[in-house]
């Protein structure tokens, strides 16, 4: 009888260490888990112009000396008119793979600002929650004081995972912007967490992103865009973000087909929607 005891406390014992060991080795390599940057292709030189668009390649200097890469697209719209998107991308690959995204907001009128968090592409250091937070909103700086852009005049655009990183931009930096939009994204960083690793996922993140938190508190323009067939991060995280959103001016655009990755862009729809979200904001500033 005692030897059996033994036996089965030794094997729970085994248990709990094998877990704890699993834990241990998710919270060291979780930035490993979330971010997979894309490598800048070799030899390849961004071009000053895509069709009409003149593009500008940046160097953002972080408040902790780290440089990372970014691009100015800008539309020949008359400058009364300009809307200015941020651009926050996913947690895969880096800016150049936006391009056919950037190309269908800038044919709606809007300029983009996109940049790579840091290491990805040619950007220093490696990726962090925190450092793509502080990345973004070293981007929002330089758009409010390089290029001179009010932040009632900018849109924060965020896709997958940096749906988390615009509203942590919003959030942080207390100040009113013409929309945020949201495109296939979770109501919280821990939420995802949770769904990869039961139980504790959320609880060893070293930086959420409480998207849903903020959300509630939100009375701006809001665009929510997702597909029903989206295998990555569920289209209920975006109905209850659309649903704890307490604005009177927010639409969700529901994509019926597409997977997660997929070039959504190609559907005139989502261009259809990218010019509504224009209009409203020229109406609204004119009404002003």
């Known amino acids: 009888m005692g030897k059996l005891f033994h036996m089965k406390v030794k094997r729970v014992m085994s248990i709990f260490v ?19 940057p894309g490598a800048w292709p070799a030899g390849f030189k ?22 990372i890469d970014a691009v100015f697209a800008e539309t020949a719209t008359p400058a009364e008119q300009r809307k200015t ?22 044919k709606a009128g809007f300029d983009v ?6 290491g990805y592409r040619r950007s220093e250091g ?10 973004g909103k070293t981007a929002l700086t330089w758009l409010l004081d390089v290029k001179k852009i009010k932040s009632e005049d900018i849109v924060l655009y965020g896709e997958s995972l940096g749906t988390g ?23 919280s960083l821990g939420t ?47 109905e209850f973000l659309y649903n704890t959103c307490p604005s009177p001016h927010k639409k969700l655009y529901t994509i019926e087909t597409a997977g997660h990755n997929d070039a959504v862009w190609d559907d005139p729809s989502w261009l259809k929607h990218w010019q509504q979200l224009m209009n409203d904001l020229l109406l609204s500033s004119a009404s002003e």
Request: glycine share 8%.
């Open 192 to 238: 995802m967490a949770g769904r990869r690793v039961p139980l504790v996922g959320r609880y060893i993140l070293k930086r959420d992103m409480p998207t849903s938190e903020t959300i509630k508190n939100y009375h701006g323009r809001l665009l929510v865009i997702h597909s029903r067939k989206d295998g990555v991060i569920p289209y209920s995280d975006s």
């Open 85 to 106: 998107v941020l651009f926050s991308h996913g947690n895969a690959g880096n800016l150049l793979h936006r391009f056919g995204k950037i190309e269908k907001m800038c």
């Open 126 to 135: 490696s990726p962090t929650v925190a450092g793509a937070i502080s990345d």
């Open 18 to 36: 094998i877990i704890v060991v699993f834990i241990v080795l998710v919270m060291a390599l979780q930035d490993r888990l979330i971010f997979f």
């Open 165 to 187: 990183v615009a509203t942590e931009i919003m959030r942080e930096s207390g100040m009113q912007f013409a929309a945020l939009v949201h495109e296939s994204g979770f109501s």
């Open 113 to 118: 600002f996109i940049y790579d968090y840091r």
């Open 46 to 67: 961004l071009p000053e112009k895509l069709g009409n668009i003149s593009l500008t390649p940046v160097t953002l200097q972080m408040p902790d000396g780290i440089k």
